[in-house]
């Protein structure tokens, strides 16, 4: 247990709806990056998260987007859902290091299905 | 994101030998290289990591060795049990942090009784 929490585990949705997914980190974790794993293939960063401000963007496009809260949770909403976006969703927290960010941490995920 | 086939490399060894498992980076600016276990209905679990100053790093019954000059990584484990059954996945990142993970393709490694 990496003491990532995510929810909710699973979620079916159909297309064009909007989706929110959350993750709470682990304890004195103050970066969360969210990634989009579909199956059968490893995961795909999103973005990233730091100080309740976006600080690094993979290629995604505007519909995916994000929050983080003073507490370090954050949130990723997805609006106008396609059938691509079915997958299982990881977030990960690590911790802000002199050199950078640290090891990251990954919950168990939330397993979307678009239909 | 990129189009691959469902089918993973799957590596099967019997219980008790040595696995090794090979991944190819695509990022010759990569400076930090780590391996994660994901086990079904997990989160990817961190290994064992390397920076690109080394060329071999040892935990334990696990080892990485980086070869910067054809871009390749492999993750040895000593003494496979049923246990370390799993997807292995390489992940690169550069600017010496992991700010921006960039994972392989995984290999699905069954080892038998």
């Known amino acids: 247990e990496t003491g990532v929490t995510q929810s909710p585990t699973h979620l079916i949705k159909t297309r064009g709806q909007q989706v929110t997914l959350r993750c709470s980190s682990q304890s004195g974790h103050n970066t969360v990056s969210w990634y989009q794993q579909a199956l059968g293939q490893g995961p795909q960063f999103i973005f990233q998260?730091?100080?309740?401000?976006?600080?690094g963007r993979g290629n995604f496009p505007p519909r995916f987007s994000g929050l983080q809260f003073p507490n370090y949770s954050s949130e990723l909403n997805v609006n106008a859902l396609e059938l691509d976006d079915s997958a299982l969703y990881l977030c990960?927290?690590?911790?802000?290091?002199?050199?950078?960010?640290?090891?990251?941490?990954f919950g168990p995920g939330t397993r979307l299905t678009v239909l | 994101g990129e189009s691959v086939g469902l089918h993973l490399p799957t590596l099967s060894v019997q219980e008790g030998d040595n696995s090794i498992i090979n991944c190819a980076y695509s990022?010759?600016?990569?400076?930090?290289f780590i391996w994660y276990k994901q086990e079904s209905g997990k989160g990817p679990q961190f290994i064992i990591d390397i920076r690109s100053n080394m060329d071999k790093r040892q935990g334990q019954r696990v080892t990485v060795l980086l070869n910067k000059t054809v871009k390749h990584l492999s993750l040895q484990i000593a003494a496979t049990q049923p246990g370390d059954s799993a997807v292995y996945f390489c992940?690169?990142?550069?600017?010496?942090?992991?700010?921006?993970?960039?994972f392989g393709k995984g290999t699905k490694l069954s080892v038998k009784p």
């Open positions: 990960a927290s690590s911790p802000r290091l002199a050199g950078g960010v640290g090891e990251q941490f």
């Open positions: 992940a690169e990142a550069y600017g010496g942090s992991q700010g921006n993970l960039i």
């Open positions: 990022n010759s600016a990569s400076d930090y």
């Open positions: 998260y730091y100080r309740e401000e976006e600080n």
